[in-house]
């Protein structure tokens, strides 16, 4: 037996089947009230799914969080950034020889136009390092003009497999001109991480070698950050994508959605908010302000996990492993005490309130010397993996449309317009 919601407008009763425990809002047309067709009114997409999909899958409840099914504890213990990337993007794991090969595509792709060096160049040099990369990436389509061949299944994989080789390359040189750096080029000897970290620190005096456990570290990180389904970033990518645009300018969209403050600029706030705390003993006047309205506790709270973000768990983990490289960074202590107080606190307790990914993340940044404006970065260089997998998803998804919301109308009618000397 199908279940149904019953709904009772203007004397007339309606029934509208209820499918994989959702209702088609297209279907509360029928229903009509004096206002119109009923429309559901949303603002932030509490409680809308927008699309269909078999990527990620989150149950914020219980903390869960799987990538094709697979767990994330599982992936961030074994598997690499890549490795996962292709899961995110072709639904399985890669055998052997899938697995070279796909490394060997990324890894060869990972030059760009040296007119995007200069492009990047052209900024001052105090811009963010994520506002050059957003308008690199975006530029993307100009070099690339298959891209716009949605169509075209091969023209969408190797315009995929562009975007995920060359996002570490434009990050990377993002930075160093903020820097004052020379760009260090790509090396087809070293893994998608390594060659990262490279570009980001090698001097003109000595090769840069990650040490394993740093290497190791950023690597769960970017596992990490791979892919959170429908999250405002991933959004912004669908959306974009859905009025028939390419994987490059729907990942720009998404890397400006990342940028704010709410979203993946949270790991560079929380910094700032423990820096700002400065002690552990200013901790407890600090949680009074923000039940008090005056602050917001960065890194706290999740739209969708209402308990632990398994994210921040592993990554509380790996804090241990690469504070061993580089020694303890000093902020920990405020945090692990913030963390404490405010897991006691009947304030966050009330609204279920608990670390997100981004509250101890940024304390792995800062000790490996990154400048909090990377933080954002080494956010979306993974996160394209999930937004190409979800931008694909999307354009191949008969049910999809160009998405276009409503509104509920709340100005003036109908006025007759008065010129200016009457006014
Ligand atoms: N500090 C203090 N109060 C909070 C916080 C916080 N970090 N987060 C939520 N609240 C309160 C909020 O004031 C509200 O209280 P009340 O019911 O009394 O008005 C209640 O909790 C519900 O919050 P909300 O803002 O309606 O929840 P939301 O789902 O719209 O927002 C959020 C989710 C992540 C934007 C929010 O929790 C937040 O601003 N957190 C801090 C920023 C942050 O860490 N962002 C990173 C998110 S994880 C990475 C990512 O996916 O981008």
Same mark, same amino acid.
């Given at each position: 037996?199908?279940?149904?919601?019953?709904?009772?407008?203007?004397?007339?009763?309606?029934?509208?089947?209820?499918?994989?425990?959702?209702?088609?809002?297209?279907?509360?047309?029928?229903?009509?009230?004096?206002?119109?067709?009923?429309?559901?009114?949303?603002?932030?997409?509490?409680?809308?799914?927008?699309?269909?999909?078999?990527?990620?899958?989150?149950?914020?409840?219980?903390?869960?969080?799987?990538?094709?099914?697979?767990?994330?504890?599982?992936?961030?213990?074994?598997?690499?950034?890549?490795?996962?990337?292709?899961?995110?993007?072709?639904?399985?794991?890669?055998?052997?020889?899938?697995?070279?090969?796909?490394?060997?595509?990324?890894?060869?792709?990972?030059?760009?136009?040296?007119?995007?060096?200069?492009?990047?160049?052209?900024?001052?040099?105090?811009?963010?390092?994520?506002?050059?990369?957003?308008?690199?990436?975006?530029?993307?389509?100009?070099?690339?003009?298959?891209?716009?061949?949605?169509?075209?299944?091969?023209?969408?994989?190797?315009?995929?497999?562009?975007?995920?080789?060359?996002?570490?390359?434009?990050?990377?040189?993002?930075?160093?001109?903020?820097?004052?750096?020379?760009?260090?080029?790509?090396?087809?000897?070293?893994?998608? %991480?390594? &060659?990262?970290? #490279?570009? @980001?620190?090698?001097?003109?005096? *000595? =090769? $840069?070698?990650?040490?394993?456990?740093?290497? /190791?570290?950023?690597?769960?990180?970017?596992?990490?950050?791979?892919?959170?389904?429908?999250?405002?970033?991933?959004?912004?990518?669908?959306?974009?994508?859905?009025?028939?645009?390419?994987?490059?300018?729907?990942?720009?969209?998404?890397?400006?959605?990342?940028?704010?403050?709410?979203?993946?600029?949270?790991?560079?706030?929380?910094?700032?908010?423990?820096?700002?705390?400065?002690?552990?003993?200013?901790?407890?006047?600090?949680?009074?302000? %923000?039940? &008090?309205?005056? #602050?917001? @506790?960065?890194?706290?709270?999740? *739209? =969708? $996990?209402?308990?632990?973000?398994?994210?921040? /768990?592993?990554?509380?983990?790996?804090?241990?492993?690469?504070?061993?490289?580089?020694?303890?960074?000093?902020?920990?202590?405020?945090?692990?005490?913030?963390?404490?107080?405010?897991?006691?606190?009947?304030?966050?307790?009330?609204?279920?309130?608990?670390?997100?990914?981004?509250?101890?993340?940024?304390?792995?940044?800062?000790?490996?010397?990154?400048?909090?404006?990377?933080?954002?970065?080494?956010?979306?260089?993974?996160?394209?993996?999930?937004?190409?997998?979800?931008?694909?998803?999307?354009?191949?998804?008969?049910?999809?449309?160009?998405?276009?919301?409503?509104?509920?109308?709340?100005?003036?009618?109908?006025?007759?317009?008065?010129?200016?000397?009457?006014?």
């Amino acid at each position: 037996m199908t279940d149904t919601l019953s709904i009772r407008s203007g004397g007339a009763s309606f029934d509208l089947p209820i499918t994989d425990g959702t209702i088609k809002a297209n279907d509360l047309k029928q229903v009509s009230t004096a206002q119109g067709p009923l429309a559901t009114y949303d603002p932030g997409f509490m409680n809308t799914a927008a699309c269909r999909s078999a990527i990620t899958y989150i149950d914020g409840d219980a903390g869960i969080l799987e990538y094709r099914g697979y767990p994330i504890d599982q992936l961030a213990a074994s598997a690499t950034h890549l490795e996962v990337a292709y899961l995110l993007l072709k639904g399985e794991l890669p055998n052997a020889d899938q697995l070279a090969s796909w490394e060997h595509t990324v890894n060869t792709h990972r030059f760009v136009h040296e007119n995007v060096g200069n492009f990047i160049r052209s900024y001052r040099h105090d811009a963010h390092p994520m506002a050059k990369m957003m308008a690199a990436v975006a530029s993307m389509q100009t070099f690339y003009p298959s891209s716009r061949r949605l169509d075209d299944p091969e023209a969408r994989e190797m315009n995929i497999v562009r975007l995920i080789a060359k996002i570490p390359t434009m990050a990377a040189w993002s930075y160093r001109h903020s820097i004052g750096r020379h760009y260090v080029y790509p090396n087809d000897e070293l893994g998608y %991480v390594d &060659n990262f970290l #490279a570009m @980001l620190f090698q001097s003109q005096q *000595r =090769v $840069y070698q990650a040490d394993p456990r740093v290497s /190791r570290a950023m690597e769960i990180l970017f596992i990490l950050h791979a892919d959170h389904e429908q999250n405002c970033s991933t959004n912004a990518v669908r959306a974009v994508a859905s009025a028939g645009n390419d994987v490059y300018t729907s990942a720009g969209a998404g890397i400006g959605a990342l940028f704010g403050p709410l979203h993946g600029g949270a790991n560079e706030a929380v910094l700032k908010m423990l820096r700002e705390i400065g002690s552990v003993d200013r901790v407890p006047e600090f949680v009074e302000g %923000v039940k &008090n309205g005056k #602050a917001r @506790l960065m890194g706290f709270g999740h *739209r =969708v $996990y209402k308990n632990y973000d398994p994210r921040a /768990r592993i990554i509380k983990k790996a804090c241990d492993d690469v504070f061993e490289v580089t020694g303890v960074n000093p902020l920990l202590e405020i945090a692990v005490e913030l963390e404490r107080i405010a897991l006691e606190d009947e304030y966050f307790v009330k609204r279920r309130l608990y670390p997100n990914v981004d509250f101890y993340s940024g304390l792995i940044y800062e000790a490996l010397k990154f400048p909090p404006e990377m933080f954002t970065v080494l956010f979306a260089v993974p996160r394209t993996a999930g937004w190409a997998a979800q931008w694909l998803e999307g354009v191949t998804d008969p049910e999809q449309k160009i998405m276009r919301p409503k509104q509920v109308y709340t100005g003036h009618r109908e006025r007759d317009f008065v010129p200016v000397e009457a006014r």
